[in-house]
């Protein structure tokens, strides 16, 4: 902190100068002055931050001197000293922002008390100004987060509270017209094949999506593009209100396919663009946004890699309502869990819940729905099929000419064979695992040979492959472990003279009551009565 004395008597500056404990109160600086002016010349190398001056005084008086310094800083302190008991004078300082008016002569430790209290106060704004400064650089490096955490609120949550809109929407610094919008969904295609990559290598592709059709709306004009799905990016762009409605849906439908074109072009990536109806009011951005998502939708009837306008769907529309997900959810978890058993009676709900909701139209295109659902969960699940899409394009077909209950019996078919599908490909994931699992434990010595350990080596969960053991051979782990330590010691009991206390040990038996006792149920004999019998013998019990 910084302190001005202005006062036209020396003795009274110097005094105020050295009786003031300034350095106790925080100060690290005073400068006097014998004037306004002279105030006035420090002033413009010393930037005080509480000035304590006389009113009257030659030259220039302390009434000029605030309105001047005023003008200089909004956030001076001042406290007024004057020998005229003049109520003018108080109220002329108190309007130009005096913090107390004193009378000389004047006590030194009450003009201590209030420096200290005026210091204080000025400290605590400087601090609230930092503060306020740190939050606003806070929100300024947020913004795009909260842009974004704003525009997908606006864009799901429909309200009529216009106010509380307009206020989102400025709030974020959208650099749009809320007004007059078009609302585009950009959805990447092929996006489960995708997500199975690195969080790097989908990240990357999310933001080479963003980045080219961010150069497409500076191109057009002015636009905002965020993500308000994983795979789907949301534009928005204002239109001319004098534009004809027929003219504005051709535009938006050339710049998607602009969009669309930039895409396949700059990247190895394809996507899909639904267009949804013109949007007048921004309240009806929840449900343009809608229309758009719903278009996207439509790849199941188009294809991918296309641009889709929401009213050019009046044929095809699926009644979203209609579509039985968690019915769609229990035939794909039997899929997953390669189960046929159950298969008949979901197929039956499916439909049953179709029926009772939709119309023929409406549950053809349910089915296209749950078939390509299908595929992709055989896909994800590593099921290769070479003729996967020629498959699939007959499954469209037949959902699209087949009659209903011919369908209700063909969609059972197919669910079936997925079933068994993926319970085969388990059946030999489960036997190749057994197999590397075994190799690994013929490879190790027995003596120190642990579950965990072979589940590590084949990098599966201890739980998981105790599961394999007991669905592929019948036995546990531990079981099987013991029969190969068995055996061992049978070949070392059959072929050496080592003593069986060493051959318990070495296989890692480190009691010889448990091992013998082990051995004696396993193999009916003990250690030693094996040992006796004659060398034929020995070698037929290796055998078995």
Not at 124 to 139: N, P
Not at 260 to 282: M, Q, Y
Not at 315 to 332: C, D, G, H, M, N
Not at 470 to 479: A, L, N, V, Y
Request: aromatic fraction near 10%; hydrophobic fraction near 40%.
């Amino acid at each position: 902190m910084k302190v001005l004395l202005v006062d036209d008597k020396e003795s009274v500056v110097q005094g105020l100068s050295k009786h003031v404990p300034w350095q106790e109160l925080g100060v690290h600086a005073v400068e006097t002055a014998l004037d306004g002016l002279q105030a006035l010349d420090i002033f413009s190398r010393f930037r005080a931050d509480l000035v304590i001056t006389d009113i009257k005084m030659p030259n220039m008086g302390g009434i000029e001197l605030m309105q001047r310094l005023s003008r200089e800083s909004d956030s001076i302190r001042f406290i007024v000293l004057s020998g005229y008991d003049e109520f003018e004078y108080a109220k002329q300082a108190i309007s130009l922002g005096a913090s107390e008016y004193l009378l000389k002569p004047f006590n030194v430790g009450e003009l201590i008390e209030i420096a200290e209290r005026v210091l204080s106060e000025l400290r605590k704004l400087r601090e609230q100004t930092v503060q306020k400064a740190l939050y606003q650089q806070k929100i300024v490096k947020s913004l795009p987060a909260l842009r974004e955490q704003y525009m997908e609120e606006i864009i799901r949550f429909r309200t009529e509270n216009s106010h509380q809109l307009q206020e989102k929407w400025e709030f974020a610094e959208v650099s749009l017209e809320p007004d007059r919008l078009g609302a585009l969904v950009v959805s990447i295609d092929a996006f489960d094949e995708i997500s199975r990559q690195t969080v790097n290598e989908v990240g990357l592709t999310r933001f080479v999506v963003k980045n080219i059709v961010d150069d497409c709306l500076a191109a057009w004009g002015r636009g905002l593009s965020f993500y308000s799905d994983w795979n789907r990016l949301t534009v928005l762009a204002n239109y001319e209100e004098a534009a004809q409605p027929e003219r504005v849906k051709e535009d938006f439908l050339h710049f998607a396919d602009y969009c669309r074109d930039a895409i396949e072009r700059h990247s190895k990536l394809t996507v899909t663009v639904g267009v949804s109806s013109l949007c007048p009011k921004l309240r009806d951005l929840p449900h343009a946004h809608s229309q758009a998502s719903q278009a996207v939708e439509h790849i199941f009837f188009f294809g991918s890699n296309q641009v889709i306008h929401y009213e050019d769907l009046s044929e095809f529309r699926v009644t979203r309502v209609a579509y039985p997900s968690q019915q769609e959810k229990a035939l794909i978890d039997l899929v997953r869990a390669g189960q046929t058993d159950g298969m008949p009676e979901a197929t039956n709900r499916f439909f049953e819940c179709l029926e009772s909701k939709g119309v023929p139209s409406d549950i053809r295109a349910s089915c296209i729905q749950l078939v390509t659902v299908l595929y992709r969960q055989l896909s994800a699940l590593g099921i290769e099929d070479n003729a996967l899409s020629d498959t699939l394009a007959v499954c469209y077909d037949q959902c699209d000419s087949a009659k209903l209950p011919e369908l209700r019996h063909t969609v059972l078919a197919w669910f079936t064979e997925a079933a068994h599908r993926v319970k085969e490909q388990t059946q030999q994931g489960s036997q190749d695992l057994l197999e590397q699992a075994k190799t690994y434990i013929r490879g190790q010595s027995l003596h120190s040979i642990s579950l965990s350990m072979v589940a590590e080596h084949v990098k599966v969960s201890p739980n998981y492959l105790s599961a394999v053991f007991k669905k592929e051979t019948g036995q546990t782990f531990i079981d099987y472990l013991t029969d190969l330590r068995l055996h061992q010691a049978k070949e070392l009991l059959a072929y050496t003279n080592d003593p069986v206390f060493e051959i318990a040990e070495r296989l890692g038996y480190h009691d010889r009551k448990h091992f013998r006792a082990l051995f004696k149920k396993k193999v009916g004999v003990t250690p030693s009565e094996f040992r006796d019998r004659p060398f034929w013998s020995r070698l037929n019990s290796l055998s078995k």
